[in-house]
């Protein structure tokens, strides 16, 4: 526009002087027309006087006609911001336009203007410039060029643009300079703001890490950004697709080209993310968008972003991954967070464990908190809704150790709930965790269980040991009495006779006192115990039932020695018919033992169950313990036979005991390295006759 407003101005001054030139050789060629035809006489004194008047005429049209030039001129200069300027190089003296005038904000009628004002009116930074570049001009006959700053008279600061050319004399030497003066303020500052718009535009993409493109027929554009996030060197331009797709991860480039094969072909835009590797081996995370440019329904083509979103991607697949652990330990502790307002009902907060514990599926979306009272069991509603009641009043936190939950499928759990008040939120804000306590509970339960199972099989134990003792005694002294009886009644026989036989008799009470002794030998050398005998409260009894219980009742006793306590069942093991307290009572007698055998080394205790060739069910309690005794090891279950300082003997003979009067039968075995082996079968018949 600026080169063309130039031409404007050269050319209004080339047709101005022409016309000026035409006019004035009108003129003279009128004047001298007029002179010959003066010599001619009086007679053409008419004549001459016509053609003044056509010389008036014409010298009235060459001044409108220079005023139209000089008009075209100035509106040429005012459109355009130039103005010409003439400098005298002999006076110093300077011809200025009026738009050179209104350029430097003066007027001509503030008097003629000098080199030395000038001089003032020009920026003091470029002041020297200016004139060197002048100089320069004048020494080596080129165009002047500069570009400068100004200031008007009102304080005003105006750039402007200079252009001179140098004429000369018929000797060659420079006489003058013609130029122009453009004021190209608006541009500069245009200019200016364009470049501090693009300034702000790159450092906003050097700091979002954010770079831009397009690309259409007239070629591919990158900002410096997109070269950088690349890795790629601006000298060699924007690549090619081939070249693009180079630097896409492999396991995405498939994907990559397929998505640039739909952009071209559907002309359709994209959003998202991708892998890419710099050619320094750098892996980064990008995001890419792209938007197709249609005009007047045209399709022209893609413009976009690219953001490297490596340190956000990497955070967020952190995090993902971090609740996921987060997610997975309150599954296998059965503890799942929230966040609610109890007051307004709004949930902010609830963990996937939250959703289990209540019967719900994560999946089924949020849900409202009355849906979550409405699992509360009807007996532990009240209390519950009265402490969270009391807490938010007193914007205290709360903990409710237990109250029940009813699930869809009708099965009941325990829950413990835990709530803190947020101090800086709103009436009725907690943060909370609420975890499962059920097989706490239940194991309360059985604790419980087993402190009265314990307390019944130590009072069974003492009536057991007190009446297999009695029943020893009894058939051990059965005999002695009876003989004592028979020797007493002999004995009376023999007195009654008339003389007494006082020998028969005397010899009737030494045997009366032989029997008394031999039955308080029984008394104080019992050897022997019960026979088999018949179990009176007989049931069908599952042994690993019986098994998990005395683990659990022995563990105490087994712990603080350093013995483990493991069962191993061999597939199902069927249910025998036996009295489930006496079953307990062997149980007890055999792991007791096998613990004794270790209190000193420490080991582990192991029950196994497995198949009998006589279709019995076969148990052994192992341990690792002191071993069996060399000699005789049927003696082990002989009634008062110990080899316990502290023993009373009767621990294995009433084991033997009850497995016999079950229809079993059980011994003991050495290991091959240390401990022994107790083993006892029962019959599985039994459950065919239930």
């Known amino acids: 526009m600026v080169p063309f407003l130039i031409f404007l101005l050269i050319l209004s001054l080339s047709v101005g002087l022409l016309s000026w030139r035409r006019n004035r050789r009108l003129l003279v060629e009128a004047r001298n027309?007029?002179?010959?035809?003066?010599?001619?006489?009086?007679?053409?004194?008419?004549?001459?006087?016509?053609?003044?008047?056509?010389?008036?005429?014409?010298?009235?049209?060459?001044?409108?006609?220079?005023?139209?030039?000089?008009?075209?001129?100035?509106?040429?200069?005012?459109?355009?911001?130039?103005?010409?300027?003439?400098?005298?190089?002999?006076?110093?003296?300077?011809?200025?336009?009026?738009?050179?005038?209104?350029?430097?904000?003066?007027?001509?009628?503030d008097g003629l203007i000098d080199l030395d004002k000038l001089r003032e009116m020009i920026h003091p930074e470029d002041r020297e410039a200016v004139f060197r570049t002048a100089e320069e001009a004048i020494r080596s006959g080129a165009r002047a060029d500069c570009e400068h700053r100004l200031f008007r008279p009102s304080g005003e600061m105006r750039v402007v643009h200079s252009l001179g050319d140098l004429k000369k004399d018929s000797s060659g030497r420079p006489c003058q300079m013609f130029g122009t003066t453009q004021d190209i303020t608006e541009r500069k500052r245009a200019e200016e703001a364009l470049r501090r718009s693009q300034f702000y535009l790159s450092e906003g993409q050097r700091l979002a890490h954010i770079g831009s493109w397009a690309f259409d027929e007239s070629g591919h554009y990158w900002s410096e950004?997109?070269?950088?996030?690349?890795?790629?060197?601006?000298?060699?331009?924007?690549?090619?697709?081939?070249?693009?797709?180079?630097?896409?991860?492999?396991?995405?480039?498939?994907?990559?080209?397929?998505?640039?094969?739909?952009?071209?072909?559907?002309?359709?835009?994209h959003d998202l993310i991708e892998r890419i590797i710099r050619p320094d081996g750098q892996l980064r995370y990008v995001r890419a968008v792209a938007v197709p440019v249609f005009e007047q329904g045209i399709f022209k083509g893609f413009v976009g972003t690219t953001m490297d979103v490596t340190e956000h991607e990497l955070l967020t697949r952190e995090l993902q991954r971090e609740k996921a652990y987060l997610a997975e330990a309150q599954s296998l502790t059965h503890i799942g967070s929230w966040a609610t307002n109890f007051h307004t009902g709004q949930m902010f907060h609830l963990s996937d464990e939250v959703y289990?514990?209540?019967?719900?599926?994560?999946?089924q979306g949020p849900s409202a908190l009355e849906r979550f009272w409405d699992t509360v069991h009807r007996e532990d509603e009240p209390i519950v809704r009265a402490t969270l009641e009391n807490a938010i009043r007193a914007r205290a936190d709360y903990d409710i150790p237990?109250?029940?939950?009813?699930?869809?499928?009708?099965?009941?759990?325990?829950?413990?709930?835990?709530?803190?008040?947020?101090?800086?939120?709103?009436?009725?804000?907690?943060?909370?965790?609420?975890?499962?306590?059920?097989?706490?509970?239940?194991?309360?339960?059985?604790r419980e269980r087993l402190r009265q199972l314990e307390s019944d099989l130590a009072h069974t134990n003492r009536l057991n040991m007190m009446g297999e003792l009695a029943a020893a005694l009894a058939h051990e002294i059965k005999q002695p009495i009876a003989a004592s009886v028979t020797s007493a009644s002999a004995c009376l026989r023999w007195l009654a006779h008339d003389p007494p036989d006082l020998e028969r008799a005397r010899a009737a009470a030494i045997r009366m006192k032989e029997d008394g002794n031999r039955a308080a030998d029984v008394i104080n050398h019992l050897r022997s115990f019960y026979k088999k005998g018949t179990p009176t409260q007989c049931e069908m009894v599952d042994v690993k039932d019986i098994v998990r219980e005395m683990t659990t009742l022995l563990r105490n006793e087994a712990f603080p020695h350093s013995i483990t306590i493991h069962s191993e069942f061999d597939g199902d093991v069927p249910h025998v018919l036996a009295d489930r307290v006496q079953l307990q009572q062997v149980f007890m007698n055999?792991?007791?033992?096998?613990?004794?055998?270790?209190?000193?080394?420490?080991?582990?205790?192991?029950?196994?169950?497995?198949?009998?060739?006589e279709r019995q069910l076969l148990i052994s309690i192992s341990d690792t313990g002191v071993g069996l005794p060399m000699e005789d090891t049927e003696r082990i279950f002989d009634a008062f036979h110990t080899t316990k300082p502290q023993g009373t003997g009767m621990g294995l003979a009433i084991s033997r005991s009850i497995v016999e009067s079950l229809g079993g039968r059980i011994w003991a075995t050495a290991n091959q390295g240390s401990g022994a082996t107790f083993c006892f079968t029962l019959p599985v018949e039994a459950e065919e006759h239930a």
């Not at 180079?246 to 952009?263: C, F, G, N, W, Y």
């Not at 792991?591 to 009998?612: C, D, F, W, Y």
């Open 33 to 109: 027309a007029s002179q010959a035809r003066g010599a001619e006489g009086t007679n053409e004194l008419a004549e001459a006087t016509t053609d003044r008047k056509r010389a008036e005429e014409e010298r009235q049209a060459l001044s409108r006609d220079l005023q139209e030039s000089k008009a075209w001129l100035e509106e040429a200069q005012r459109v355009a911001h130039v103005g010409y300027w003439v400098w005298d190089l002999g006076t110093d003296g300077l011809i200025w336009s009026d738009e050179t005038y209104r350029i430097f904000g003066v007027t001509p009628q």
């Open 225 to 269: 950004e997109l070269y950088k996030i690349y890795g790629l060197d601006p000298q060699n331009g924007a690549p090619t697709v081939e070249q693009y797709l180079a630097l896409v991860h492999p396991q995405d480039r498939a994907s990559m080209a397929e998505t640039i094969k739909i952009m071209l072909e559907q002309h359709r835009g």
């Open 356 to 363: 289990r514990l209540h019967g719900f599926e994560p999946n």
């Open 402 to 446: 237990e109250f029940r939950v009813c699930h869809a499928d009708g099965s009941v759990r325990f829950l413990r709930t835990i709530g803190h008040h947020n101090r800086s939120g709103e009436l009725g804000d907690y943060v909370g965790i609420t975890m499962d306590v059920t097989e706490r509970k239940q194991a309360e339960q059985e």
């Open 590 to 613: 055999l792991m007791l033992n096998a613990i004794e055998a270790m209190k000193e080394t420490g080991g582990g205790l192991t029950i196994r169950s497995g198949p009998n060739p």
